[in-house]
């Protein structure tokens, strides 16, 4: 008989947003009139930019004519769009970043699992607490903790809390790790990270060989001039980060699917004899093998995004989920609830009243407002007590969120 992966038995309990789901499904089923606001899940509602879409209709164009059909494209994604990637994402901020340097994929989620494919069993990783679920579920899946204990924290990983008494800025760790993943602007607690913090980890990393996974997924979000919006403004980063980048919330291709990882030359790990390796390398030779790469059609529509009617299009889009977060920032507010996030990110944190439990409040807000949240605990000990908003739904149906909550929450 074949054997499984053993390590999958450590995640008793399902992936967070189906369990979501599983819930909601139920309260429907007994609630048929119920209208149900989701503010839960952090999926787009806006459509696509014109530009993205008039440059896919043309890409179809071109895959209707021989003379123009693309089958296999290069795995690692097209040069013009890497091109436009590194040129307006990362050059015009002053980094150096190259094109080569860029990995097309299908999306951050995967990519932030995938990487560990090239890491070897034996790293130490530190996560954030709170933090975004597939960070720790992968490692766990890969073979890299012990079994959980009754906080859901798992054995081998470090945990960082991050706390209203910290301003939800973990501290770095006292002792050496190897990986170590960071979120900014984060998600859940719609914090972001000053230059000041973003250089002490990137020295911290410096002076401990240490690789810093660092998620820009929401980076568009960042209104503040002197936040940065990429690791690698941080003088030295190239030497020790690897960035995730996606077009998810930024372009609305939640269902189309394109992102990036953007992985310096210099950056390079040990073998087991002692040998120095490009990270790069060892990168481009999983990505190759298995993965065929992103759709011609989902390329151009991502290229789309760096023309000047894409950029502004893609900035409406940007500033839209974020007067939505305003709207649900102050109307929590008011209503006399501890409230984080929502300036820089479109992600509201939000304090349970009377230190009620995540997912009893969850139950409950369902229950008296019919609107779904996310439980703070789904993602991780120091998130208990908590609940996240997310800002991404229509303006009608945030609003109307808003006066549920005014009118029919109990705090």
């Known amino acids: 008989m074949a054997h499984i992966n053993d390590n999958f038995l450590k995640l008793k309990a399902g992936y967070l947003f189906p369990e979501i789901a599983r819930r909601v499904q139920a309260f429907a089923q007994t609630n048929p009139d119920a209208q149900i606001i989701r503010l839960g899940i952090g999926d787009v509602t806006e459509p696509l930019p014109q530009a993205v879409v008039q440059a896919m209709h043309a890409a179809v164009d071109e895959m209707g004519k021989r003379e123009s059909f693309h089958g296999y494209g290069p795995e690692q994604g097209y040069l013009w769009l890497r091109e436009k990637i590194a040129e307006h994402d990362f050059q015009a901020r002053g980094c150096e970043i190259e094109a080569d340097e860029i990995i097309i994929s299908d999306g951050s989620k995967c990519d932030t699992g995938n990487i560990l494919d090239i890491f070897g069993p034996d790293n130490t990783i530190a996560v954030t607490d ?114 995730f980048r996606s077009f998810s919330k930024i372009a609305g291709f939640t269902g189309v699917r394109c992102a990036c990882v953007v992985i310096p030359k210099t950056l390079r790990a040990k073998s087991n004899s002692g040998e120095d390796i490009s990270i790069s390398r060892l990168w481009m030779r999983r990505h190759t093998t298995k993965f065929n790469g992103v759709s011609y059609i989902t390329q151009r529509g991502a290229e789309a995004v760096y023309t000047p009617d894409g950029q502004a299009q893609v900035h409406g889009l940007v500033a839209f989920y974020l007067e939505n977060a305003r709207i649900i920032r102050e109307g929590l507010t008011e209503i006399g609830l501890e409230v984080y996030g929502g300036v820089n990110a479109p992600y509201v944190w939000v304090k349970t009243p009377g230190n009620v439990r995540s997912w009893d409040f969850f139950d409950q807000m369902l229950s008296q407002t019919h609107i779904v949240s996310t439980p703070g605990s789904g993602f991780g000990a120091a998130g208990e007590g908590y609940f996240r908003l997310s800002a991404f739904n229509t303006r009608e149906n945030v609003e109307e969120a808003v006066r549920r909550l005014r009118k029919g929450l109990r705090v």
Not at 158 to 171: H, Q
Request: hydrophobic letters at 35%; proline letters at 10%; a negative charge.
């Open 130 to 243: 709170p933090v975004y679920p597939v960070y720790v579920d992968t490692n766990v899946m890969a073979g890299h903790t012990g079994p959980a204990n009754d906080d859901g924290e798992f054995e081998g990983l470090i945990y960082l809390p991050a706390t209203a008494e910290n301003d939800f800025t973990p501290e770095i760790p006292k002792q050496r790790v190897d990986i170590v993943y960071l979120c900014y602007p984060n998600n859940p607690t719609g914090t972001v990270a000053s230059r000041e913090t973003l250089t002490r980890w990137v020295e911290y990393a410096r002076v401990n060989n240490s690789i810093i996974f660092f998620d820009a997924a929401y980076e568009a979000y960042i209104t503040n001039p002197d936040i940065p919006h990429s690791i690698f403004e941080i003088p030295g980063a190239r030497e020790v980060a690897i960035e």
